[in-house]
């Protein structure tokens, strides 16, 4: 089936959930409502015409500049049995964004959320192992996220030497803890 | 209303830690020398028995998808070298043919097929490596010599070619980083003369259809079709389980469909099929393939009108506003790129789908209930590379 009869088969199905269509893009989507994801995922997977039986990808995209600010998971889906491929949309509030985990629709799903998480804070409710998955435990914040700032320690260590940092540094300063100094640059040795 | 059963959580299951006894929580890594890299795991165990497995990944984490953000789109290229160290012509590549894709370019024949050169030799040494560690794994040494040998050979063309032997840099956006140069043709003829008449039947004779390599791996580590394709593994792990699918067949890129060549399935000789031989074997015998586009592709670079490399490059690499979701075959199975550009000059999302990472995601349900040696074997089948796990 091509991207526009999976769209038409889905509206036909779900209605009002599915919310908007990507169908000229590149890679062509539907958006589905947050809420109804499960389900449309578990149609799209067992529905004998669409057969969507491979979740290639899923990725968050953060786009804090949008009117209104918006994060995006992308589901991109793929069929061993009739070899089309598809895509859905989930657009998210910034604010605690959060919706229902597909993991029991596909397995690989399991830590493709977690990444997402961790990496993004998008929380996927009824996941049953939500943890970090790339970062530390203890890892504070959400590097994905587009208004994500260095930390300037992490456990006492210097994680990023700011612009202030490098010039007290190279003004002779001596700054840092531990044995990780951060020791200025012999200039005059370099020729 | 439908909606998917819940998944349970093996490792916390509380029922299952009240009626057991006796059971030891065993860490394996990140340091052990047969987890291919930094991969930790935790292991349940009941004696020799793994009751629940529990990987632990991040120990390599270098912030690519970060790091793209934050250079321009040749600059991702280097960063994409390093995710799988083994096969780095395969991570470009696939960058490329994404941003490519983006900016609707369209490579000269001549560059497609100087790419496709490129991929197949980078393949034929990545699973040279995947299978020659893989013996070192399960207490073979010297095959491991045997084939980082013949790998030697290839990774000299590459350095011959772009100066490098590990991390390329060599597929940019448009064109490659360098033609080849005068007699690479005949030297790779001869590297793969060599490869078709003594190294691949050596390799079957001496590894794969030994009978003690058989009877240690036949029946380990079986992953079924449905598991496979729910937990998208690909590449030669999905062809282990006897799914004949191919992306250089089922979705040609580079005009890999004028090329005469098999696609190969696990056929589960001497045991259940999916098994760690399966899969392994699918790797051996994908390397014969490959020398078979090899010596087609070499033909036509002799006649073919050489054009410059770097003519379609763009100056500045600027894609126009959209995205796109582009996959290739490489080594280690499907590699996907979701790329979103805002139409600046640095992409505003990179995601990488990583084989090695989603192979990683089934871990745990083949180990459930095998022996800690074995463990080991699985580890190995899957052939992954922490660098591309965790970027």
């Known amino acids: 089936m091509d991207a526009k009869a999976i769209h038409e088969k889905l509206v036909a199905r779900f209605g009002e959930k599915i919310a908007g269509e990507g169908l000229a893009a590149a890679s062509p989507f539907a958006v589905v409502a947050p809420e109804a994801i499960a389900e449309v995922a578990l149609f799209c997977k067992s529905d004998p015409r669409l057969a969507f039986d491979n979740l290639m990808c899923l990725s968050g995209v953060d786009y804090p500049k949008e009117n209104p600010p918006r994060m995006e998971v992308a589901y991109h889906l793929y069929s061993y049995v009739h070899l089309h491929t598809f895509a859905l949309k989930v657009l998210l509030p910034r604010e605690n964004p959060a919706l229902p985990t597909v993991e029991g629709v596909w397995g690989v799903a399991n830590w493709h959320e977690r990444e997402c998480f961790d990496l993004l804070g998008i929380v996927f409710l009824g996941h049953s192992d939500l943890r970090r998955i790339l970062l530390p435990d203890d890892w504070e914040g959400h590097p994905l996220r587009k208004d994500w700032q260095d930390p300037e320690y992490y456990h006492g260590l210097h994680v990023k030497p700011t612009q202030q940092m490098a010039e007290r540094a190279l003004a002779g300063e001596k700054i840092g803890v531990g044995p990780f100094d951060f020791t200025p640059p012999n200039r005059s040795n370099q020729g | 209303m439908a909606t998917p059963e819940p998944v349970v959580n093996e490792w916390d299951r509380q029922d299952r830690q009240d009626l057991d006894t006796d059971e030891m929580v065993l860490n394996m890594g990140p340091q052990h020398p047969a987890t291919h890299g930094v991969l930790r795991l935790e292991l349940r165990t009941d004696g020799e028995v793994v009751k629940a497995a529990r990987p632990h990944i991040g120990y390599l984490h270098r912030c690519f998808e970060k790091h793209a953000e934050n250079v321009d789109y040749p600059g991702v290229l280097p960063y994409a070298d390093r995710m799988d160290y083994c096969a780095a012509m395969g991570n470009t590549l ?84 360098h033609d080849i140069p005068e007699g690479f043709v005949r030297a790779t003829r001869d590297l793969l003369r060599e490869f078709d008449s003594v190294t691949f039947p050596e390799l079957l004779d001496l590894i794969i259809h030994n009978r003690i390599f058989v009877k240690r791996l036949a029946s380990v580590g079986v992953c079924s079709k449905e598991l496979a394709i729910s937990h998208d593994l690909t590449g030669p792990n999905l062809r282990g389980s006897g799914v004949p699918r191919d992306l250089r067949k089922d979705e040609p890129y580079l005009g890999y469909e004028t090329y005469d060549f098999d696609v190969c399935v696990g056929q589960g000789q001497y045991g259940p099929l999916g098994s760690c031989f399966d899969r392994n074997w699918v790797r051996v015998v994908e390397m014969r393939e490959s020398s078979k586009i090899l010596h087609q592709a070499l033909d036509r670079l002799e006649k073919m009108e050489r054009t410059p490399v770097q003519e379609k490059c763009p100056k500045r690499v600027k894609p126009p506003k959209g995205e796109a979701y582009v996959r290739s075959e490489a080594p280690r199975g499907q590699l996907g790129y979701y790329v979103v550009s805002d139409g600046n000059i640095n992409p505003y999302r990179v995601k990488v789908k990583s084989p090695c990472f989603t192979a990683m995601s089934v871990f745990h349900h083949l180990a459930r209930g095998m022996m800690i040696a074995d463990i080991i074997a699985l580890i190995g089948s899957l052939d992954i590379v922490l660098g591309e796990i965790d970027r």
């Open chain 2, 94 to 177: 696939g960058f490329a043919l994404a941003v490519e894709k983006l900016h609707n370019l369209q490579v000269s024949p001549y560059v497609a097929t100087l790419r496709i050169v490129m991929a197949e030799l980078q393949r034929i040494a990545s699973h040279a490596v995947a299978v020659g560690t893989y013996t070192m794994d399960i207490g073979a040494f010297t095959p491991f010599l045997h084939l980082l040998r013949d790998r030697e050979k290839i990774l000299d063309l590459f350095e011959w070619t772009c100066g490098a032997r590990l991390l390329y840099n060599y597929n940019w956006i448009g064109g490659v980083s």
